[in-house]
């Protein structure tokens, strides 16, 4: 009986080993793939599943190793996400990529936590792609949660430092989404704004509810009457699209300055009139260099069908620093890898980039670009076949954004 045990005991322990290097690893997919901001969930799968694709195909990964995404729709509601996340925990996910709703990255990032708190042996690790609520890597900050964007208060320094250093802009409108993080949106421009350029006037402040006004042209009208000649808005999906496309249709005199002008069909909608007056606040475009322009080039080639362009470069980052973290380890134990993610530096298409250690927040650089024709210049990547793309007005090196933490893991 004894020898028996101890065979058994041994067979367990070459089996448990064998699959710390043979496991499979599960990337959950936590995102809208149903409801209004559906277009913006499949538009992140597909960024997603091109970047694990190369990682499995470069082959680096410890012997035997693989990884594999498992998408779970969330209707990009907290509610529906923590049900997704049950469901992702019963498919062994290992990772859960998540980024359109700081409400729900809110709620997972929580669930997690006390998910591994309850659970040491069975970690999961949360990495956020797009959720950009500062509450996030700040007062409710979690150890296992690792943001590959940029916060609101970070772009919004670089937006208002520009603004600020733009004398004819003499008034501006808010117009976000009523949630934590349009709210953030708004807080930080007036806070910000009021103390780089207490001139600047704020001539209207308008929260909305997410994903369910179906036309803008109230809002629109209320900007006309204003007199703003700039809008500044964190709006995504067709909450942006559909407002710029009711500018548009109104002839609003306005300039935007946004976070999302350049995803999920905002440059289709958008058009020529757009030229010269529309900016984004961004951690990548396709043309801020020529690794850039190659990985856009890259994207269009796998989904020559699809409507976006490549625009999430912080899922590209996100993947592949947990490669180098699983071929640093050399382990599939999350816990090893949160300790190689957690002051990891890498080298992207834009430079070099690191998370730092006292909150996950990965520091990178910011581009300010604006919106022009790229027809008949050879060297310039278009968005959405549009013919037109972003070209930088301003490079904000990745340790300029570094602001102050309140986090305490």
């Known amino acids: ?228 000649k700039a809008v500044l808005t964190g709006n995504w999906g067709n909450d942006m699209t559909l407002l710029i496309k009711s500018a548009k249709q109104m002839g609003a005199d306005v300039d935007f300055y946004t976070f999302y002008a350049g995803a999920a069909g905002g440059v289709t909608v958008i058009g020529e009139s757009g030229i010269d007056r529309v900016y984004q606040i961004t951690t990548w475009h396709s043309n801020a260099n020529a690794e850039t322009k190659s990985n856009a080039r890259t994207y269009a080639d796998r989904y020559p069908d699809a409507p976006e362009s490549l625009y999430y470069s912080s899922i590209r980052r996100a993947v592949r620093m947990l490669e180098k973290a699983l071929i640093e380890t050399g382990s599939s134990d999350v816990d090893g890898i949160r300790s190689s993610l957690s002051s990891m530096t890498f080298t992207d298409d834009t430079g070099p980039i690191s998370i730092r250690p006292d909150n996950h927040q990965l520091l990178q650089p910011l581009y300010l670009s604006k919106l022009i024709s790229v027809e008949g210049i050879s060297d310039m990547v278009d968005v959405e076949k549009t013919g037109l793309g972003f070209e930088t007005i301003v490079e904000i090196p990745a340790e300029n954004t570094r602001l102050d933490t309140t986090c305490q893991f």
């Open 1 to 228: 009986m004894k020898i028996t045990t101890l065979i058994f005991i041994a067979l367990t322990s070459l089996l448990t080993g064998c699959g710390d290097t043979k496991k499979e690893i599960v990337i959950g997919y936590i995102e809208g793939l149903s409801g209004p901001f559906a277009n913006v969930g499949e538009m992140g799968l597909r960024h997603l599943e091109l970047e694990v694709d190369a990682v499995n195909q470069r082959g680096e990964l410890p012997e035997g190793m693989r990884l594999k995404v498992a998408p779970f729709d969330n209707k990009t509601n907290p509610q529906e996400a923590l049900l997704a996340f049950r469901s992702a925990l019963d498919a062994g996910v290992d990772y859960v990529f998540q980024g359109n709703s700081s409400s729900v990255a809110l709620a997972l990032s929580d669930a997690i936590g006390k998910h591994n708190q309850r659970n040491p042996d069975r970690q999961v690790l949360f990495l956020n792609y797009a959720a950009v609520d500062p509450a996030l890597t700040n007062d409710r900050c979690d150890k296992s949660h690792f943001r590959f964007d940029a916060d609101v208060d970070m772009k919004i320094s670089a937006l208002t430092d520009y603004m600020a250093s733009r004398e004819d802009i003499k008034s501006i409108y808010l117009i976000n989404q009523d949630y934590s993080f349009g709210q953030a949106v708004s807080r930080a421009a007036r806070s910000m704004l009021q103390e780089k350029r207490p001139d600047i006037k704020i001539v209207g402040d308008d929260l909305h509810p997410i994903g369910k006004v179906k036309d803008f042209s109230p809002y629109i009208a209320k900007i006309k009457s204003s007199g703003a």
